[in-house]
């Protein structure tokens, strides 16, 4: 089969296009012939390990010290098709349309994958894809979709509680707006001036550009901080967060310090963990978008031989919503 391998860290022309072998499902397990794959901001500071030390070494035992290991296939997200089942697998069957994530497993950018049928150690699941979603479309769901479930969960977000989103226009930031606002808040989306727009209509009541205007002069006070992007100063940003309001940290190892103080040394909530999406919220949110209630935003399309190109554009920090792969 046609996959991409990452051969080693650095900038996206480590990545190369291979042919490897095709997996074969173990007992409990599907292969999944894919039709859709994305690249992500994370998918990129992976790739280079352009996190801070402590993360890059943690990640470098995981993946590889000096190199990723033999054959490892990047791509978290993926969309389609069941070509073949283990057999002690119940819930699924050949044919079925399916939508999910490998975790920490990687091997999405690839003609096919084989994951579990039961989600596991490493977040890997998969479950029936939304019946009123392209394969295209919903392959951008399970790792946007599903973080910022995760996180608006964490902060007990409240009807009518005043909710800002710094980095809204990319992957976790479009359906972070949704979900807030389908949980009743009032949202103000952060981000580039070519973003607000897009931003607007999927549901934001307020948009700053923070190119123009920096929202922590301005006179308005949040319920929630929500920083995707690690960019937020605690120490300016407190003026605009009420004394009992929460911080939730999507990228909390460039903040882990300053947020352990601000926890300290305030009223207010700070919550850095890693997101944890579960089978069960990929069904909700699939039930949300089928009722028409939630949806993606797909900037770019690029066929997998042009994953190099994808990755360069999604560097730029240019990309609206989500990036997909064709395969």
């Known amino acids: 089969m046609k996959a991409i391998i990452w051969a080693k860290y650095g900038s996206p022309d480590v990545l190369q296009l291979r042919d490897v072998k095709k997996p074969t499902p173990k ?4 292969l999944i ?24 070494l943690a990640l470098r035992m995981w993946i590889g010290f000096r190199k990723p290991k033999e054959n490892t296939i990047p791509g978290t997200e ?16 050949v044919g079925d349309p399916v939508f999910g994530a490998s975790g920490m497993a990687f091997g999405t950018n690839a003609e096919y994958i084989c994951l579990p049928e039961e ?13 009123n979603m392209t394969f295209e479309e919903a392959a951008t769901v399970p790792f946007g979709g599903r973080d910022a479930l995760h996180f ?38 952060v981000d580039s001036g070519e973003k607000l727009a897009m931003l607007r209509e999927i549901g934001a009541d307020h948009m700053i550009d923070y190119t123009k205007e ?34 939730l940290l999507a990228n909390p190892m460039s903040q882990i310090i300053s947020g352990l103080w601000t926890r300290m040394t305030s009223g207010r909530k700070v919550i850095m963990q890693t997101a944890s999406g579960t089978i069960e919220d990929l ?15 797909i900037d770019r399309h690029y066929p997998l031989e042009e994953i190099v190109e994808a990755h360069r554009y999604v560097e730029t920090g240019r990309k609206k919503g989500n990036l997909v792969i064709t395969i």
Request: glycine share 10%; aromatic share 8%.
């Open 27 to 30: 007992d409990n397990e599907v």
């Open 214 to 247: 920096d929202f922590t002069k301005s006179n308005e006070v949040y319920d929630i901080i929500f920083d995707i992007i690690g960019k937020i100063s605690f120490s300016r940003s407190n003026i605009v967060l009420k004394k009992n309001g929460t911080y």
């Open 119 to 131: 989600p596991d150690e490493m977040q890997r699941g998969i479950a029936i894809k939304p019946a």
């Open 283 to 297: 069904v909700f949110l699939r039930e949300l978008i089928e009722a028409g209630k939630l949806k993606t935003v």
């Open 152 to 189: 608006l969960r964490l902060a007990k977000l409240q009807g009518g509680e005043k909710m800002l989103i710094n980095g809204a226009g990319g992957s976790i930031g479009v359906f972070a707006v949704q979900l807030a606002k389908y949980f009743g808040a009032e949202v103000t989306a």
């Open 78 to 93: 993926l969309a389609g098709e069941i070509e073949a089942i283990g057999k002690d697998v119940t819930n699924f069957k």
């Open 33 to 56: 012939k894919i039709i859709a794959t994305t690249v992500t901001a994370g998918d990129c500071e992976t790739r280079s390990l352009n996190f801070p030390i402590i993360l890059s």
